[in-house]
């Protein structure tokens, strides 16, 4: 393990350009943390934290210039592999029948910083249902392949987080190249940083770093211990699966349904829903025709509707059911893990607040 004076992080995002990645990190946009392009330290929010609790999302300066002091915000790394939007092909009517044309943009080699312990669960995840079965999506796949990870265990977690349950956080432990544990103590700023890959320590070895003393290694183990201790919110995980699907007809259902806005808010926030649709866009003149893929929800009437069936899962009650039984119960049965990792994006950005915490602790307590 090394450190890295918190003075000397810009040397790691102009290593990162030189090699030729675009640098994609937190950003203060519109009131939230998001991500963005940035070009160096001083784009990320510097000093700033998020106040979240279900419904609710707040920035706050912070008592101290940290560079990561706040949780996961409405973004996730998926809009980079999985883009909200993507032109897949055009057609242009030629005088004997059409030229076909592949749109698909190239990848680029982004260096993500700043990606939580869950988000690399949330990554994992997707490999899994873009990289691992039997159909192979090609952009996520080069895309993937063209990714630097820089972790950064959390110093900070929301009221919404939940990840200790979910065995997800807040430590980075896989999948990275490099990890990052913040340190502000007694007038010091440093980071903490661990090689995770071959490529993460040939960037480590090639910044101003020195050997992290053992209280400098306790004390960036103290950052992630204090963080986990003050997660309180749970998902008890036991048995599930099974008291999920012997409770179809809990309900609960109903009373979160006369919540629930079927707004899709939940699903567009999620790291790890990746349910998309196509469309076609047509000009008036009938010679050119694009095919777009753009993210979907399954609070959609449209997205089950069958033709001459309409809807399939016509009620409020029927699409939350769907949703939460599907990332907490199906995902095991299609993909071998649960689909949530605790992140609390759903809950935060849930208008009316419906925390998938409670809806289970609520059919938990009063089982069929
Ligand atoms: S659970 Fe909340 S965020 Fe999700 S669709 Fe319903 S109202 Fe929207
Ligand atoms: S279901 Fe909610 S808490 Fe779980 S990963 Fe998705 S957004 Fe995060």
Aim: with cysteine; charged share 25%.
């Amino acid at each position: 393990m090394h450190t890295i004076a918190s003075n000397k992080l810009a040397q790691l995002f102009i290593l990162l350009k030189k090699q030729g990645y675009a640098v994609i990190a937190p950003a203060l946009r519109d009131a939230a943390i998001i991500y963005d392009e940035v070009e160096t330290p001083s784009d990320l929010p510097v000093g700033w934290t998020d106040a979240q609790s279900p419904g609710s999302y707040r920035l706050k300066k912070r008592e101290d210039d940290a560079y990561f002091g706040y949780a996961v915000g409405p973004h996730s790394w998926k809009k980079v592999v999985l883009p909200p939007r993507m032109k897949l092909w055009a057609a242009r009517r030629e005088e004997k029948g059409f030229t076909i044309s592949d749109t698909t943009e190239a990848p680029r080699k982004l260096a993500l910083i700043g990606v939580r312990a869950c988000e690399l669960y949330a990554m994992a995840i997707q490999d899994t249902v873009f990289i691992k079965g039997d159909y192979v999506d090609p952009f996520y796949k080069a895309q993937r392949e063209k990714l630097f990870i820089v972790a950064v265990n959390c110093a900070q977690a929301a009221e919404t987080c939940f990840c200790v349950s979910m065995k997800t956080g807040p430590k980075a432990e896989t999948a990275y190249d490099l990890a990052l544990t913040e340190v502000i103590e007694n007038k010091r700023h440093y980071f903490v940083a661990e090689a995770g890959s071959r490529r993460g320590a040939a960037v480590l070895a090639a910044l101003s770093t020195a050997i992290a003393r053992p209280a400098e290694k306790t004390a960036a183990r103290q950052v992630i211990r204090k963080t986990a201790a003050s997660i309180k919110r749970t998902l008890d995980t036991d048995g599930l699966k099974t008291l999920l699907y012997e409770n179809l007809a809990h309900p609960r259902w109903n009373d979160v349904a006369e919540r629930c806005l079927t707004c899709g808010n939940c699903t567009m926030v999620c790291p790890t829903c990746f349910c998309t649709t196509v469309e076609e866009i047509t000009d008036l003149t009938g010679d050119h025709s694009e095919h777009w893929r753009r993210w979907d929800s399954c609070f959609t009437m449209d997205f089950s509707f069958i033709h001459g069936e309409g809807s399939v899962r016509s009620s409020n009650k029927s699409r939350y059911r769907q949703w939460m039984t599907h990332k907490l119960a199906s995902w095991h049965d299609q993909f071998g893990s649960s689909g949530c990792v605790g992140c609390g994006r759903c809950i935060t950005w849930c208008p009316p607040g419906i925390d998938i915490t409670e809806e289970v602790k609520a059919i938990r307590k009063n089982p069929a």
